[in-house]
T-cell receptor
Framework: EAQVTQNPRYLITVTGKKLTVTCSQN?????MSWYRQDPGLGLRQIYY???????DKGDVPEGYKVSRKEKRNFPLILESPSPNQTSLYFC??????????????FGPGTRLTVL | AQSVTQLDSQVPVFEEAPVELRCNYS??????LFWYVQYPNQGLQLLLK??????LVKGINGFEAEFNKSQTSFHLRKPSVHISDTAEYFC??????????????FGPGTSLSVIP
């Protein structure tokens, strides 16, 4: 089954304790993104990647890191989480299509609470 | 810069009634337009998209949307809603001119609640 998986689905942590949220896709997609979803703000892009070892900042990258060492994986790293990073996080992937057909495939989400 | 406005944050509607969820975008160029749906505790999935051609686009689950260039709108409609349509709906836009990474901008979302 074609899918994007994220782990963990739920996480409660404390300020300053480093954490990683994993994302993996089995569709051989070139593009991957991380979003955060907050009430009234919709989805905001944190980081994106166009291929292995190619990443760039989105709209709200502060406090986050990513890496793309393999095509299928795109982990999100919070080196020192803070309460304002409490949010619902989504990973998404899509193929690189000529003409920019941008349908994205989303993971199920990770609900993070930072105390 | 592109932006997306969804005028209604919450829309309650009775079962079997029609519904329209409004979406307006700002862009000086042609765009691609999308509607995504997010069911409770799930990720987003594509409902429908407009790339070019016919301005009336049909999607899954009986939804359709009409692209209106002069009004820069892409409203989503369904003639008769079901309880199972209760979800969050997101309008999104992207720029087809981009040859590198083409960013997708999401609206703030509209929460549709179908009342039995």
């Amino acid at each position: 089954e074609a899918q994007v998986t994220q782990n963990p689905r739920y996480l409660i942590t404390v300020t300053g304790k480093k954490l990683t949220v994993t994302c993996s896709q089995n569709m051989n997609h070139e593009y991957m993104s991380w979003y955060r979803q907050d009430p009234g703000l919709g989805l905001r892009q944190i980081y994106y990647s166009m291929n292995v070892e190619v990443t760039d900042k989105g709209d709200v990258p502060e406090g986050y890191k990513v890496s793309r060492k393999e095509k299928r994986n795109f982990p999100l790293i919070l080196e020192s989480p803070s309460p304002n990073q409490t949010s619902l996080y989504f990973c998404a992937s899509r193929p690189r299509a000529a003409g920019g057909n941008n349908e994205q495939f989303f993971g199920p989400g990770t609900r993070l609470t930072v105390l | 810069a592109q932006s997306v406005t969804q005028l209604d944050s919450q829309v309650p509607v009775f079962e079997e009634a029609p519904v329209e969820l409004r979406c307006n975008y700002s862009s000086s160029v042609s765009v691609y337009l999308f509607w995504y749906v997010q069911y409770p505790n799930q990720g987003l999935q594509l409902l429908l998209k407009y790339l070019s051609g016919s301005t009336l686009v049909k999607g899954i689950n009986g939804f359709e949307a009409e692209f209106n260039k002069s009004q820069t709108s892409f409203h989503l409609r369904k003639p008769s809603v079901h309880i199972s349509d209760t979800a969050e709906y997101f309008c999104a836009v992207s720029d087809p001119r981009k040859t590198s990474y083409d960013k997708v901008i999401f609206g703030p979302g509209t929460s549709l609640s179908v009342i039995p």
